[in-house]
């Protein structure tokens, strides 16, 4: 069964870090690009970081830039965002995702994890 | 960054109704459009791709349309099960932008 399901969230104070995973199952791993996508209470959803297949190319709004950073472990089918610096604005449902496309096209999201929550409270 | 938008933003519908939700691009994305189902507390499902392709197992009530900066889903007969918000999301660049949604409820 294809399969993504996220870990890591929790409750973090304002300035804190976390480190959200995404284990992966039925699939080739490494050919697809993956991403996380979050939803703020009662919001709509927003891109937030990608990776290529090879984890050699890595995408993030610009509302995370510099604070986040989206990383794969392609031998353990994992994928990772470690989230600094965290804001009240981050709290939200942490979704990974993944692209249909096994090449270099950009491509739609077929398979999405159930999501992990994140607080950012003090 | 492209700008997506939808409308409406609510639409009241009644079982068996025509629904139409539109997605309009700030510039051309091509048909580099997906459509997504999200029901409350679930994540999102993808129902269209490329503009108007149906998703393996997505019932085909469902349908896709349009090119360049507008778009449309349109439900032919809506079903029980498809009370629910929908997002269209352009994939012809990096960023990636969703629309911020319409919630499709009972009239």
């Known amino acids: 069964e294809l399969q993504l399901v996220e870990s890591g969230g929790g409750l973090v104070q304002p300035g804190g870090s976390l480190r959200l995973s995404c284990a992966a199952s039925g699939f080739r791993f490494s050919s697809h690009a993956l991403h996380w996508v979050r939803q703020a209470p009662g919001k709509g959803l927003e891109y937030v970081s990608g990776?290529?297949?090879?984890?050699?190319?890595?995408r993030y709004a610009d509302s995370v830039k510099g604070r986040f950073t989206i990383s794969r472990d392609n031998s353990k089918n994992t994928l990772f965002l470690q989230m600094g610096s965290l804001r009240a604005e981050d709290m939200a449902v942490y979704y990974c995702?993944?692209?249909?496309?096994?090449?270099?096209?950009?491509?739609?999201?077929?398979?999405w994890g159930q999501g992990t929550v994140v607080t950012v409270s003090s | 960054d492209i700008q997506m938008t939808q409308s409406p933003s609510t639409l009241s519908a009644s079982v068996g109704d025509r629904v139409t939700i539109t997605c309009r691009a700030s510039q051309s994305i091509g048909s580099w459009l997906a459509w997504y189902q999200q029901k409350p507390g679930k994540a999102p499902k993808l129902l269209i791709y490329k503009a108007s392709n149906l998703e393996s197992g997505v019932p085909s009530r469902f349908s896709g349309s349009g090119s360049g900066t507008e778009f449309t889903l349109t439900i032919s007969s809506l079903q029980p099960d498809d009370f629910a918000t929908y997002y269209c999301?352009?994939?012809?660049?990096?960023?990636?932008?969703f629309g911020q949604g319409t919630k499709v409820d009972m009239k």
């Open positions: 990776i290529s297949g090879n984890g050699g190319s890595t």
């Open positions: 999301q352009q994939y012809n660049t990096y960023s990636r932008t």
């Open positions: 995702a993944r692209e249909i496309s096994s090449g270099n096209t950009l491509d739609a999201f077929d398979i």
